[in-house]
């Protein structure tokens, strides 16, 4: 009887110290920020963990794996996302949002204000994910140059594309760019805007403080990250996220640039998913190969 007895206090206190463990665990990586550049071939999804379970989600590459990719990234128990930011409504982007709504619950979702299309498929996908996102509940916000949506203290997002009333029809150029900044880290989202719209981006009244991670716009598109952007921006570490395609992505010239000026380049299509963790002055990036 009093070695039974022994044997059940063991086994409390062993699953104690788990608990306590897990509970260590859970509130240490509760303070870290996590981004995951999702491996979604020729596409962008891009998963934004904060403090607390505020995830963001910008885009959802072209299929609906990315429902897949993120359950492997989320608490199992958190069914919701704070916020999806819709870049543009183009296949690659767009498509895998479908599936998103289907299984989660979006809070808000920050896409452009677009009037004028350059296809009519872009158009009809773009006003049914409208109707969708209603439907369900989810609030739109149309994203312009000067917003500010903050998560915490630390964590806030400045929309610096597109500008108000914009009138042209490149539907890429409407592309939502964002500047995400957790502590002292920042990181710049470009979507799939060309190099017309790169010397816009940062008007003369916006400082720009160091960006350590930038998102390459368009794939590595010959067409987009022209050498003053990357001067401009002068990041630490750039992502291309590509897979398979026709187009030529990413551009050799793209990558000798990014080579000239030191930047550390990270791809979808060698390195699979790219996480990127940090404290807000410090970060590791782990891609997955
Ligand atoms: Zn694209």
Avoid at 251 to 265: H, M, P, Q, S
Avoid at 270 to 278: D, F, H, P, V, Y
């Amino acid at each position: 009887m009093k070695r039974k007895l022994r044997i059940f206090f063991i086994l409390v206190l062993l699953s104690l110290a788990v608990f306590i463990w897990q509970r260590v665990f859970a509130t240490s990586r509760d303070s870290l920020l996590e981004v995951n550049f999702l491996n979604v071939g020729q596409g962008d999804s891009i998963l934004i963990e904060m403090p607390y379970q505020n995830q963001v989600l910008i885009d959802g590459g072209p299929g609906s794996d990315v429902v897949e990719k993120i359950a492997k990234e989320m608490p199992f128990f958190d069914r919701k996302i704070e916020m999806v930011i819709l870049t543009h409504p183009d296949r690659d982007h767009i498509s895998g949002l479908f599936s998103i709504l289907d299984t989660y619950k979006v809070d808000k979702v920050l896409l452009p204000n677009i009037r004028y299309f350059d296809s009519e498929k872009r158009k009809v996908l773009y006003e049914t994910f409208k109707r969708k996102v209603r439907e369900q509940g989810g609030k739109i916000i149309f994203g312009k140059r000067g917003q500010r949506i903050s998560f915490s203290e630390n964590s806030r997002f400045l929309i610096l594309w597109p500008i108000d009333n914009l009138k042209i029809k490149k539907n890429n150029d409407y592309s939502i760019v964002s500047l995400f900044s957790f502590g002292n880290m920042d990181f710049l989202f470009t979507g799939d805007i060309s190099k017309r719209i790169e010397p816009q981006l940062f008007p003369g009244n916006l400082e720009l403080k160091k960006i350590e991670v930038v998102k390459i716009a368009h794939h590595g598109s010959r067409y987009s990250t022209s050498e003053f952007f990357i001067k401009r921006v002068s990041p630490e570490t750039a992502i291309i996220s590509v897979g398979e395609n026709n187009y030529g992505h990413p551009a050799r010239e793209v990558l000798d640039n990014l080579r000239k000026y030191g930047i550390k380049t990270f791809r979808t299509d060698e390195n699979g998913k790219i996480k990127i963790i940090s404290d807000g002055n410090f970060y590791e990036v782990i891609p997955e190969r």
